[in-house]
C-alpha cells in the first residue's frame, strides 16, 4: 500500500491545491504520509487527484471505444507494425490478454482512481470538518469511484469490489464479484453521492461532479446493467432536464475551449495548456502523420512516431456518408486535410470543409476529427482541449431511448427533435429504436460512446460485422480472423499482468 499511497501523493503534488478550481498550478511543496490527511486541503488536493484518472480512461477510450466502433479506423503507416500493432488490434477485435498499453493503462486508472477515493473515504473521519466541506468531498469522492467502477464493468465484466483503503498485502487480492454484484455497488454508491453533490447553477461550472453527472451516470447504470430498469432511468433523465442545463445555440461551440464546462456540460475531463504535466494532445493523434503539422496545429512537432504519432480516430467513409444532408455537425465535426504523398511521407497542403467535398486530381486526402481543433497552438503537443463525457444533449437522446424502450415514443419525440433542431435538421414525426440510436450516433461522435451504445442497443455484432467487412474489402493488410465479433469478444480480456500477480483472478471467456 506505501507504494500506492506514495504514487497517489505524486499525482496530488500535480493537481490542484484549490477547492473552487478542479485545476490550477502545483503547489511548490513536498508532502509525505505521514503528514498528510490532517488538513481539509490535503483532502482537496486528494480528490483532485482521484479525478486524474479519469484522463487515462478518455485517452484509453479513443482507441477502445471510439475506434472499435463503426465511427472511425486508422491510417495504415507501415513503420507502425513494431509499435502500434498492439494499438491497431483493437479496432480489429484481434486483441488478446497480452494486448498491453490502453487496456491495461485503462484497467490501471480505475483501479488507481477506485484507491485513492477509498483512502479519502477512510480517513477523512480523521480530523474536523465543517459538514459542508465534508459532504462536498465525499460526494464526489463516492460518484468517482461509482464512475470507475463503471467503467470497469462495461470493459471488464464481473471485478473485485475493493471498498476500503488497503493496508495489509493479503487485501489488496481479492476474486472477481459477479457483474450483478458491481452494479449493486455502483447504484449503493450513486444512492450516497447524488443527495449531497450540488446543482449546477452557475456556468461556467468548475469541473467538478454533480448531481446532474451522478444523475446520468445512474440513468446509464440502469439502462445498461442485466436487468434493465428504464422507469427509474427515466426518473433520474427527467430530473435533469429540470435542472439548469440547455443547448448551446451552434453545435461547433460545444467543443470550443473558449466554452469549457459551459451549460450544455453535464460532466467533461478537465486539461489545462501548460508546464504542469496538465495538458491534453490527443488532437494530435487524430491530424494525419504529417512533416508539416504547423499547417494544422500552429506549431511544428513531429508525430509519424512515439506517443503523439497521428493517423489514429480516422472517421470511417461510411460515417461520413450517414450524415443527413444539413447537418451542421459534419462540417463542425470533421475535416478533409489535402497534400502530396511521397514514399510514406505526408506533406499537408491545405484544409477543406467535408460538405461536399471531392478528391482534388494528383492529391492525397485524409478525414480526420476536428471537433477538438481549435489552434494554432504555441507549444507542441500541448493543448487546453477539455474531453466530454456527459452533455445535456445525450441526455435528451439518452433518455428518448429509455421512453422508446418502455413503449412512450410520444413523449420521446420532443427530446429527439430539440437534438435535431439544433442540428439543423427537420423534425422527426416518429421516435423509433433506430432513429435514436442514429440521432445519438451522430450527436455524440467520436466522444467514446459509439460503442457501448452499440452494445446496450443489442446492435454490437450485426454493426461491427458489417464494418469488417467494408474494411476488409477496401484494405488488402486486414487478416482473414480479424473482426470475428462475437458475445465474448464485447469485453475486453483481464490484462495478463493483474492474472499474475493475483491467482485468484480468472479470465474472461474467449482470450
Avoid at 136 to 160: C, H, Q, T, W
Avoid at 326 to 337: F, I, K, M, P
Wanted: net charge negative.
Amino acid at each position: 500500500m506505501k507504494i500506492k499511497f506514495t504514487y497517489m501523493l505524486a499525482a496530488v503534488i500535480g493537481l490542484s491545491s484549490c477547492s473552487d478550481e478542479f485545476l490550477d498550478l502545483a503547489p511548490p511543496t513536498t508532502l509525505s504520509s505521514a503528514t498528510y490527511f490532517k488538513t481539509e486541503e490535503h483532502f482537496n488536493q486528494a480528490l483532485n487527484s482521484a479525478y486524474e484518472r479519469t484522463r487515462q480512461i478518455a485517452t484509453s477510450g479513443i482507441f477502445m471505444d471510439e475506434m472499435r466502433s463503426d465511427n472511425t479506423f486508422f491510417t495504415y503507416y507501415p513503420g507502425d507494425r513494431g509499435p502500434y500493432l498492439s494499438t491497431e488490434v483493437l479496432s480489429q477485435f484481434l486483441d488478446d490478454q497480452n494486448t498491453g498499453s490502453y487496456v491495461s493503462a485503462r484497467y490501471d486508472a480505475c483501479y488507481s482512481g477506485i484507491s485513492r477515493v477509498n483512502t479519502i473515504v477512510s480517513r477523512i473521519d480523521d480530523i474536523e470538518l465543517s459538514a459542508e466541506s465534508r459532504n462536498r468531498i465525499l460526494g464526489e469522492a463516492y460518484f468517482l469511484r461509482a464512475f470507475y467502477y463503471f467503467d470497469l464493468v462495461k470493459n471488464f465484466g464481473g471485478v473485485p469490489l475493493h471498498l476500503s483503503e488497503v493496508s495489509a498485502e493479503g487485501e489488496a487480492f481479492l476474486p472477481r464479484n459477479s457483474v450483478e454484484e458491481v452494479y449493486a455497488q455502483i447504484i449503493e454508491d450513486l444512492s450516497v453521492a447524488i443527495p449531497l453533490l450540488p446543482v449546477a447553477s452557475t456556468f461556467p461550472q468548475s469541473g467538478r461532479a454533480t448531481k446532474g453527472a451522478g444523475k446520468m451516470l445512474l440513468a446509464y447504470v440502469y439502462m445498461t446493467k442485466p436487468t434493465r430498469e428504464y422507469a427509474k432511468a427515466e426518473v433520474e433523465l427527467t430530473d435533469i432536464t429540470k435542472m439548469n442545463y440547455s443547448l448551446l445555440p451552434t453545435y461547433a461551440a460545444v467543443f470550443n475551449p473558449n466554452n469549457k464546462n459551459n451549460s450544455e456540460s453535464i460532466f467533461e475531463v478537465q486539461y489545462q495548456e501548460g508546464d504542469a504535466g496538465q495538458q491534453s494532445f490527443f488532437n494530435w493523434r487524430f491530424i494525419p502523420k504529417t512533416s508539416n503539422s504547423e499547417l494544422l496545429m500552429g506549431v511544428r512537432g513531429n508525430n509519424y512516431a512515439g506517443d503523439f504519432s497521428g493517423g489514429w480516430n480516422v472517421p470511417t467513409q461510411e460515417m461520413v456518408n450517414s450524415y443527413e444532408t444539413g447537418d451542421t455537425r459534419l462540417d463542425a465535426s470533421v475535416a478533409v486535410v489535402e497534400g502530396r504523398m511521397e514514399s510514406d511521407l505526408f506533406t499537408t497542403e491545405s484544409v477543406k470543409s467535408i460538405v461536399g467535398y471531392k478528391p482534388t486530381a494528383g492529391k492525397t486526402h485524409y478525414y480526420m476529427v476536428k471537433k477538438y481543433l481549435h489552434g494554432p497552438y504555441s507549444r507542441e503537443f500541448n493543448t487546453d482541449e477539455n474531453w466530454p463525457v456527459y452533455r445535456y444533449s445525450g441526455a435528451l437522446l439518452l433518455l428518448a431511448e429509455c421512453l422508446v424502450e418502455q413503449g412512450k415514443a410520444t413523449q420521446a419525440l420532443p427530446h429527439l427533435n430539440a437534438v435535431r433542431r439544433r442540428a439543423g435538421l427537420p423534425a422527426l414525426t416518429q421516435a423509433t429504436k433506430l432513429n435514436v440510436s442514429n440521432e445519438m450516433r451522430h450527436e455524440l461522435a467520436f466522444e467514446n460512446h459509439r460503442y457501448q451504445d452499440l452494445i446496450r442497443t443489442g446492435q454490437a455484432i450485426d454493426v461491427l460485422t458489417k464494418k469488417g467487412q467494408q474494411m476488409k474489402a477496401l484494405y488488402g493488410f486486414l487478416l482473414p480472423s480479424a473482426f470475428n465479433v462475437t458475445q465474448n469478444r464485447l469485453i475486453f480480456a483481464i490484462p495478463f499482468r493483474e492474472l499474475q500477480v493475483n491467482n485468484q483472478l480468472v479470465q474472461n471467456p474467449g482470450y
